[in-house]
């Protein structure tokens, strides 16, 4: 890999690097936060809060944000801008979470609870989003006025699968692009099946899920809840094993086989089995944050080879950064839109896909 950029274009790198490391930095405080408000009875803390100006300077105030450290200062005010006080009327109206409630289960370490959203506890609302040309990215976070009670399955008291804002707004568009004979790879708490068996023009749901206590959940205590349980049909079999044989008994397939980012590895096989099946419809779940994901890793492999590092480690993330760094190493940027194309969603797939 070989950099032979003008100054200003030189600069334009050096800059992209410092907004993904911003970019993680963004994240880990997100996770953070959320997480301390799930675990740590902090939204008790900000019940009171009466707007987001309240709500900011709480979170300032719990982290002792120095305000002449200009790095925590803006890694604060960058959070802020991210957070939205959100309505969740239009969730709680959703035909799933309307339905599928006072779910009984008999099992021996399992168990469905309702769980909340207390007032004023901050949530991860939505999918990740970026742009061109330096990809900051933008999170999705929000706390609502009013408690919102939502079902969670628990295993040994701790949430498995829930039904929450972020599931059914990641969600949204791959409902309304589901068509005619579908497979869903991936059963969980059947939301997306459930959504999408409701619409005139999807004829046919095939349920892909290879874990059997989950088949038995479901069947037990879910799928008679569902009006309209006629249109589905649940396969034992792994997700690609499948594809790779039925594919062409399918006009949409959506792909839901991962928790979260930390299964990235799962998300980068599925598209590189995308060759097995060239005429089929997919879309995959949390996508864009996927993309993100991967656009960090392209952008380490750039930095490493630019400072003339090498990662030591051998965790799959490291191998990964090498392995994109070996496919790059004839690679010459001369310009920064040549880097910025690379990290173009269908330029980063096709690389990962060599």
Known sequence: MHFKLTKADEAKLIQLFEVKAMNIALSEFALELVDHFENDDLAAEFIDTKNKIDYINMIKALYEVDEEDAYSVELVNKLASMIKEKDLSNIKNNSYYQTINDVELKSKNLKFITNTYEKNQLFIDNDVDSQAPMYE?????????????????????????????????????????????????????????????????????????????????????????????????????????????????????????????????????????????????????????MIAYLRRVVITALEEAYYQVQAEGESELDLLINSIKQKLVNETFSTFDHISHLLEKESLLNLVKK
């Open 137 to 289: 990215e933008k999170l999705s976070l929000a706390y609502t006025k009013e408690a919102f009670p939502y079902l969670a399955l628990v295993e040994n008291n701790k949430i498995w699968m829930a039904i929450i804002p972020h599931e059914m707004n990641t969600m949204k568009t791959a409902i309304e692009l589901a068509h005619g004979r579908v497979a869903v790879l991936g059963l969980g708490l059947g939301y997306f099946p459930f959504m999408i068996s409701e619409k005139p023009e999807v004829s046919e749901i095939v349920i892909i899920e290879k874990n059997q206590r989950i088949i038995d959940l479901f069947n037990q205590s879910i799928i008679n809840k569902f009006p309209h349980k006629n249109k589905i049909k649940i396969i034992k079999d792994d997700a690609f094993s499948y594809l790779k044989t039925h594919h062409a008994d399918h006009d949409y397939a959506f792909f839901d086989i991962y928790r979260d980012s930390n299964d990235f590895p799962l998300y980068l096989k599925a598209k590189q089995n995308e060759k097995y099946y060239p005429n089929l419809q997919i879309d995959y779940w949390l996508e864009r944050t």
